[in-house]
């Protein structure tokens, strides 16, 4: 069984930064890409960076310059640096995983999700 893990969210004021991070465990034969999406209510889920296991990356056009994405392929995990924050930033951040549990298999795995609030 695959688990995806966020963490890091929480309350920021605009212009701030917040780190957030997601640990991919359990069965994992390779893992092809990781990311995170945002989602607010009533609008459906939207990517906001993505990195491939080759290292390329895409970024919403809305977090260029501000977001970046990073990995430790060691340990599973993908991070979201987020800085000089907006009030539209504020979201429920989730990170996905394209990845094989095994040879057979290769599926997108969803975290909880974990909650970012800009406000002064």
């Known amino acids: 069984q695959v688990q995806l893990v966020e963490s890091g969210g929480g309350v920021v004021q605009p212009g701030g930064s917040l780190r957030l991070s997601c640990v991919a465990s359990g069965r994992i034969f390779s893992i092809y890409s990781m990311g995170w999406y945002s989602q607010t209510p009533g609008k459906e889920r939207e990517l906001v960076a993505a990195?491939?296991?080759?290292?390329?990356?895409n970024y919403a056009d809305s977090v260029k310059g501000r977001f970046t994405i990073s990995r430790e392929n060691a340990k599973n995990t993908v991070y979201l640096h987020m800085n000089s924050l907006k009030p539209e930033d504020t979201a429920v951040y989730y990170c996905k995983a394209d990845l094989r549990p095994n040879i057979a298999l290769r599926r997108d795995y969803w975290g909880q999700g974990t909650q970012v609030t800009v406000s002064s």
């Open positions: 990195l491939t296991s080759g290292g390329s990356t």
